[in-house]
């Protein structure tokens, strides 16, 4: 099925950023092409991404058990049973899925070690999910700074996951009676980044939102924003700028 069949941590990534690209190419500049090919009336059909960065709508192979994990079977069926931004954001989650699950394959096929594993992951995870370039979020969401060490004022433009990330962590402009002490509850005494409002460290798994205004980062649940009502909004003001703002206009 596949013409080579990557063997190291550098081959297996390579293979997903291609897989990746290709599903993206579907989901995004090829969508109205990937639309009209699930047809809900053919039988049950699967989204593939291929090494080649091309994609392609198919039914599932019919050896058992397949020489690849498979992606989710029955794409086409739910496609008229809902929005299509909403289907089209299904179908991503369920090919990052898909993605993760041909990577570690090769992984467990090729015997990777513990360190192997984690490299691999690291490498993916310093990418977009499907799913975030997709539905925007990848725009609209800026990962905290892990330390302090490089310091700088977000642009607010997409991040570039590929590249080293600079830290978009700064001290919060002076306003009104702004004596310091703000930056001094963002960090703790190793310089991690700490939530704004309940003040825990910042983690991997975590959604998180920066203020446009101040620049402290919230857990999304602190503040109640999800990523998905985060895509819509162009510049954040977290609960205590917005109140500064509406004493000033008073």
């Not at 960065?53 to 008229?80: C, H, K, M, Q, S």
């Not at 969401?141 to 600079?166: A, V, Y």
Request: charged residues 30%.
């Amino acid at each position: 099925m596949e013409n080579s069949v990557p063997r190291t941590v550098e081959e297996v990534f390579s293979d997903f950023k291609s897989r990746r690209a290709a599903l993206i190419k579907a989901l995004t500049t090829d969508v109205e092409k990937f639309y009209q090919q699930c047809d809900p009336e053919k039988e049950n059909l699967c989204l593939y991404g291929l090494p080649n960065e091309t994609w392609e709508v198919n039914l599932p192979v019919e050896e058992v058990p397949p020489e690849l994990p498979e992606p989710a079977l029955g794409i086409n069926f739910a496609r008229d049973g809902m929005q299509e931004k909403d289907w089209l954001s299904l179908v991503a989650v369920h090919s990052d899925s898909w993605l993760l699950s041909v990577a570690f394959y090769f992984g467990a096929r090729f015997g990777f070690g513990k360190s192997e594993r984690k490299r691999l992951f690291q490498m993916i995870n310093d990418l977009p999910t499907v799913f975030e370039v997709v539905t925007g979020a990848a725009k609209q969401t800026r990962d905290p700074p892990h330390n302090n060490s490089n310091k700088s004022k977000s642009s607010g433009k997409p991040r570039q996951p590929e590249s080293q990330l600079k830290a978009v962590k700064v001290s919060p402009p002076k306003m009104e009676n702004d004596s310091g002490e703000e930056e001094e509850e963002e960090e703790d005494e190793q310089g991690a980044t700490l939530c704004g409002a309940c003040g825990d460290n910042y983690a991997t798994d975590e959604f998180w939102i920066c203020c446009d205004i101040c620049e402290r980062w919230f857990h999304g649940k602190c503040v109640k924003i999800t990523p998905a009502k985060a895509e819509h909004i162009k510049q954040y003001k977290c609960p205590s700028c917005s109140s500064k703002r509406a004493k000033v206009s008073n």
